[in-house]
T-cell receptor, first 116, second 116 residues
C-alpha cells in the first residue's frame, strides 16, 4: 500500500494567493483528517470526514479555510486568501473509521506551506 | 472533551540506555484507545505502539513498551536500548471508542535527543 499521499510536499506562495492542498487516503479507509502543525500551537485537528461527509469542522480557523471530499479517494484543503500566519505543516491522515476498532490514523508526509 | 498532557517538552538519553516518556490524560469514558506516535525530522507521523484500555496487559513492540495505569490515567512509553534513530518528537494520543466520532486527541509532544 502506498500510504496516505499528499501533494505538494512544499508550497511557497505570496500573501493573498489561493492555496490548495491535496490528499489521497489509504484505499478502504473511510475517515479522513486534516491537521495543522506549528511550533506555537502544536498539532491541531482542523476537520475530519467520515464516508466523505464532514463530521467536525470546529477546528477550521476561519472562513478562509475550506475542505472538501468529493469521493472516497480524494480530499482538498483550500486557503483563500492565504496569510503569513497560515504558514505551517499540514497533515492529512486516514483511518478505517470503524467504531470499536483498534484501527489507528495513518499520516501522510505533510505539506510544508510558507506564505510570504 | 478529552485532554492529553505531556509534561516533558524535552528529554535526552544516552545511546543504549532506557528512557521513559510520560503522558497523562483526562476522560470520563471507561473504554478507549491510547497511542504513541513518533515524528522524526522528516515530519512523517509514525505509529509506535497502541493500547486498548480494557486490556490490563501492557502493550509491547520490540524495544518499545508502555506502562498503562488506568486508575491514574497515565500512559508512559519506555524505550529500551535507545538508538540514534529513536531521536524524534513523540506524541501521545487518545481516541474514544464511542460511536459519536473517531477523533484523536494529541498531546503537545516530547522531543527526544539520543546522545551517542
Amino acid at each position: 500500500d502506498a500510504g496516505v499521499i499528499q501533494s505538494p510536499r512544499h508550497e511557497v506562495t505570496e500573501m493573498g494567493q489561493e492555496v490548495t492542498l491535496r490528499c489521497k487516503p489509504i484505499s478502504g479507509h473511510n475517515s479522513l483528517f486534516w491537521y495543522r502543525q506549528t511550533m506555537m500551537r502544536g498539532l491541531e485537528l482542523l476537520i475530519y470526514f467520515n464516508n466523505n461527509v464532514p463530521i467536525d469542522d470546529s477546528g477550521m480557523p476561519e472562513d478562509r479555510f475550506s475542505a472538501k471530499m468529493p469521493n472516497a479517494s480524494f480530499s482538498t484543503l483550500k486557503i483563500q486568501p492565504s496569510e503569513p500566519r497560515d504558514s505551517a505543516v499540514y497533515f492529512c491522515a486516514s483511518s478505517s473509521g470503524l467504531a470499536y476498532s483498534t484501527d489507528t490514523q495513518y499520516f501522510g508526509p505533510g505539506t510544508r506551506l510558507t506564505v510570504l | 472533551a478529552q485532554t492529553v498532557t505531556q509534561s516533558q517538552p524535552e528529554m535526552s538519553v544516552q545511546e543504549a540506555e532506557t528512557v521513559t516518556l510520560s503522558c497523562t490524560y483526562d476522560t470520563s469514558e471507561s473504554d478507549y484507545y491510547l497511542f504513541w506516535y513518533k515524528q522524526p525530522p522528516s515530519r512523517q507521523m509514525i505509529l509506535v505502539i497502541r493500547q486498548e484500555a480494557y486490556k490490563q496487559q501492557n502493550a509491547t513492540e520490540n524495544r518499545f513498551s508502555v506502562n498503562f495505569q488506568k486508575a491514574a490515567k497515565s500512559f508512559s512509553l519506555k524505550i529500551s536500548d535507545s538508538q540514534l534513530g529513536d531521536a524524534a518528537m513523540y506524541f501521545c494520543a487518545y481516541r474514544s471508542k464511542s460511536n459519536t466520532g473517531n477523533q484523536f486527541y494529541f498531546g503537545t509532544g516530547t522531543s527526544l535527543t539520543v546522545i551517542p
